[in-house]
């Protein structure tokens, strides 16, 4: 009875609801709009800001290397997603290609924590925004009022120009995904240009002398320099790459999905890939890695940029490009806005597929008759997102999106490991090559990146798929089209989806315990929430054991 738990979705319905009538939504985008999708989600927050504090706490001038072993975890899992993209070119992504391969169960699971990436990431980077929108208005003497710019944990009342910028981004995919295609592909014209002009002019300003020691000793710290900071950095770096499996939501969207999925998905990797490593190359090579200790936003380029000059007779250095910083500064701003755009199509995109399987209220794939886009969808998302930046603190959040994607990335490896053995003849445009190797060093790749993740960021993961537990123990379960809906049968599926979800509850109160101790006591407020949650849970949980059809 618990094996519908494990039912999947039919190749032939996934093909249906892609084509003909089965799509209700618009087919404008063609590969290069699809390839500046990818590139408008991933250059970012972690190009402009994590770069300089990992090489300077995790790195040094290896920063490089981490972001090589960040785009090999990319690259597997790209491979594996270009051949999902082009047999079932349909929205959804990582929850669409699991509920085709693993069964419904894990595709909630991938679905939910999609989530993670995709709207909390967007609420995080609108937050991020407002900072930057704060300093280019400084830099016209223009001062915007502190209350009204950040939340009323950071000391103010509301974060509008958050609230702005998610409103304008949601307007936008609301009015069509071509107007917005066309809106990103300018924005991340201006961005590309910028880092190339970053790129070329700090070039001949590199000093040899701060690349040695290419990789800083190990301080005796785990994650502190050697072997163990690059791989921290590199899992800290990821969040850098996230955005290529956003191309994947928007396959509906495609004029040839088959053939343009996988030139968007691994177009937008290699370029942003070449981009990163040259951009880090030029940043830890104008100046040593030591000075970017304690600068955050937008101040470690700033600092960068401020090495790029001729040194004076007492040896002060005199930036020949003051005008560039303001320059980054548009280019984030634009970025970002793109981020967030980007962010809010594959959440919506994501939420309408869930919707559509009768996992989530129909009003998530609701399709506006005049837009063609999920236009209820936006707007809920608009809300939820918009309360969020206005009033939440942004902390940890680029970690926790991290370790929510690297955690798709490896459902979808398995899927294609399964695919193949399951369809080993359906039709396929574009082929992972290597297959059972690629998706395997895609799995322990990912997988190994996400070992070296702080454990609180652990823990908010546990804490966020046991609620997604308990929205498909009382909703998803009981409303599924795929289910049969007999009593026994979803009855028996809550027993496993609660054995489960005890096992998540104990482990996310093991976690807290070792986290307790390993911060010597200070996160008294996550350690206490999390022993009280998973309480809750497993009594929750444990109830599901004694229910009868």
């Not at 040695?212 to 790459?241: H, L, M, Q």
């Amino acid at each position: 009875m618990a094996s519908q738990l494990w039912i999947k979705k039919p190749l032939e319905k996934l093909l249906h609801e892609s084509t003909g009538e089965g799509n209700q939504l618009k087919r404008t985008l063609g590969p290069g709009s699809l390839v500046a999708l990818g590139i408008g989600a991933i250059i970012g927050a972690g190009l402009f800001s994590i770069t300089g504090g990992a090489a300077a706490n995790q790195a040094g001038p290896a920063i490089t290397i981490s972001f090589i072993v960040a785009a090999l975890g990319c690259a597997f899992a790209g491979l594996c997603y270009a051949e999902f993209a082009s047999m079932i070119p349909v929205a959804g992504s990582a929850y669409t290609y699991s509920y085709a391969t693993m069964g419904e169960f894990i595709a909630w699971i991938i679905g939910w924590d999609l989530v993670l990436e995709y709207a909390v990431g967007a609420a995080t980077v609108s937050i991020s925004w407002s900072r930057y929108l704060v300093k280019f208005c400084e830099g016209f003497d223009v001062h915007l009022p502190a209350a009204l710019t950040v939340g009323p944990w950071d000391g103010g009342v509301i974060n509008l120009p958050a609230i702005f910028i998610v409103i304008l981004m949601s307007l936008l995919l609301m009015k069509g995904t071509q107007e917005s295609a066309l809106v990103n592909g300018i924005i991340v014209g201006l961005k590309v240009a910028v880092v190339i002009i970053f790129i070329v002019l700090g070039w001949k300003y590199i000093n040899e002398s701060n690349y040695v020691p290419y990789i800083p000793d190990n301080t005796g710290k785990f994650g502190e320099y050697g072997f163990s900071g690059i791989i921290r950095a590199a899992a800290i770096v990821f969040f850098a790459y996230i955005g290529f499996d956003a191309v994947s939501t928007a396959a509906q969207e495609a004029k040839n999905p088959k053939k343009d999925m996988p030139i968007g998905i691994l177009g937008s990797l290699v370029i942003c890939t070449i981009l990163y490593i040259l951009f880090a190359h030029v940043m830890t090579g104008v100046t040593n890695y030591t000075t970017f200790k304690g600068q955050d936003g937008i101040a470690p380029v700033a600092v960068a940029i401020e090495s790029m000059g001729t040194p004076d007779a007492s040896g002060a250095i005199h930036p020949d490009y003051p005008w560039l910083n303001r320059a980054i500064i548009v280019a984030i701003l634009a970025g970002y806005a793109s981020v967030i755009l980007v962010m809010l199509l594959g959440q919506s995109r994501v939420f309408f597929s869930m919707s559509k399987d009768g996992l989530l209220p129909r009003v998530f794939s609701a399709v506006h008759p005049k837009f063609q886009t999920p236009v209820k969808n936006n707007t809920m998302f608009l809300v939820f997102v918009s309360l969020f930046a206005a009033f939440v603190p942004a902390r940890v959040v680029g970690e926790m999106t991290s370790i929510g994607t690297l955690f798709a990335f490896i459902l979808v490896c398995i899927g294609i490991i399964v695919m193949r053995k399951q369809m080993p003849d359906a039709p396929r445009a574009f082929k992972t090559p290597l297959v059972p190797l690629v998706p395997i060093l895609g799995i322990f790749t990912c997988f190994f990146m996400m070992a070296f993740l702080p454990l609180d960021t652990w823990i908010r993961l546990f804490v966020w798929m046991i609620i997604g537990f308990d929205v498909y123990l009382y909703y998803g379960i009981k409303n599924s089209f795929l289910s049969n809906k007999l009593p026994a049968s979803i009855v028996a599926g809550g027993k496993t989806v609660g054995i489960v979800g005890i096992v998540l509850a104990v482990l996310l109160a093991a976690i807290a315990y070792f986290h307790h101790v390993q911060t010597d006591g200070t996160d008294t407020g996550i350690y206490y929430f999390s022993l009280i949650f998973a309480a809750i849970h497993i009594v929750t949980f444990g109830m599901t054991q004694t229910k009868k059809a």
